[in-house]
């Protein structure tokens, strides 16, 4: 029979492994991996060594970026949903977390209870761009497409994604039918922009600098307000479209992580983005950093997804199977 006196000691030994386990990270010699579920080089990429670089100091432990792209980050993520839960695998989430549900995607993964959120690093605005500098507008951009419909098409960095979808509404908002053209990511659709291949897509702020040099141009952004990064384009719901959110990144852990750890890679990140150098460098490759302030990011990623679920409702866009 367990005593009272029993079970107290015992759920108190637990505890105090708890408390230890938790103290023990990160494991000395045991390098914590930084999962990006997708290819190298992007703004995602980037965010990540940059915490790499800041964390490596402060946890004495060598930090790796893993580049595991595939399955529209599907790939990146069950990697780390089945990883062990004690803070040493993490992950890049972006918006393909919160949409493939609103998209018919199955996975392997359920996000809303396999991940523990640590923290948003920061917002991606996403663009409408042309590369037809003789049009000067969305408006303008609406008229010619009307006019002449077999000259326009759209590309995205890939089909049933935000891109996709943003794409899609603007089409359906104002009659037209425009041939949509996927490719495999960002850098492949900014040079058919470039090439004149497709005469229009949504993209993030990777291309700001064809942008800049008047090679491409942004017709809208997302977003409540302009950006400070491309003050004088207009948001979309200054236009009237119902398109507000951008992309996201979060940091996630797997499902399971002693709460005292998640705590303490929280805070250690909140302290990084609250760096003026990492809100520089954030800032100078098209992103948008949060404040370094604790937010409850499990509420902010269950309004995204019913977001996601409503505005691709309205498309009807669904993944291949």
Not at 5 to 34: E, N, Q
Not at 148 to 159: C, L, M, R
């Amino acid at each position: 029979m367990i005593t009272r006196r029993r079970f107290c000691a015992a759920s108190l030994a637990a505890a105090a492994a708890g408390v230890h386990a938790a103290d023990a990270f990160p494991v000395r010699g045991k390098p914590i991996t930084l999962v990006l579920p997708s290819a190298g080089g992007s703004a995602g990429d980037q965010v990540l060594r940059l915490l790499a670089d800041k964390l490596k100091d402060e946890w004495m432990v060598p930090i790796v970026v893993d580049s595991r792209p595939g399955a529209n980050g599907a790939i990146g993520a069950q990697f780390v949903a089945r990883s062990a839960p004690d803070g040493h695998t993490m992950l890049l989430g972006f918006s393909a977390l919160v949409q493939s549900e609103a998209f018919g995607i199955q996975t392997p993964y359920v996000t809303q209870t396999d991940f523990e959120p640590v923290a948003r690093l920061n917002d991606v605005p996403l663009v409408f761009l042309t590369g037809d500098m003789g049009i000067t507008s969305l408006a303008d951009f609406v008229a010619r497409a009307r006019a002449n419909p077999e000259q326009f098409s759209f590309g995205s960095y890939g089909a049933a994604t935000t891109g996709h979808v943003y794409s899609s509404l603007i089409n359906l908002k104002n009659g037209l039918s425009l041939v949509h053209v996927p490719f495999r990511g960002t850098p492949p659709l900014t040079a058919a922009l470039l090439g004149g291949h497709v005469k229009s897509g949504v993209s993030n702020l990777d291309s700001l600098a064809h942008v800049q040099a008047g090679k491409l141009r942004a017709l809208a952004i997302t977003g409540s307000r302009r950006s400070p990064l491309l003050p004088d384009v207009p948001t979309f719901s200054e236009l009237g479209y119902d398109i507000s959110a951008g992309g996201r990144y979060w940091l996630m852990l797997p499902a399971g992580v002693a709460p005292q750890t998640v705590d303490k890679i929280r805070d250690a990140v909140l302290r990084v983005l609250k760096m003026p150098d990492v809100q520089q460098k954030m800032v100078s490759i098209g992103l948008e950093p949060a404040s370094g302030e604790r937010e409850d990011v499990a509420a902010d990623m269950r309004k995204e997804i019913d977001y996601w679920k409503r505005v691709v409702q309205m498309t009807g866009i669904k993944a291949a199977p």
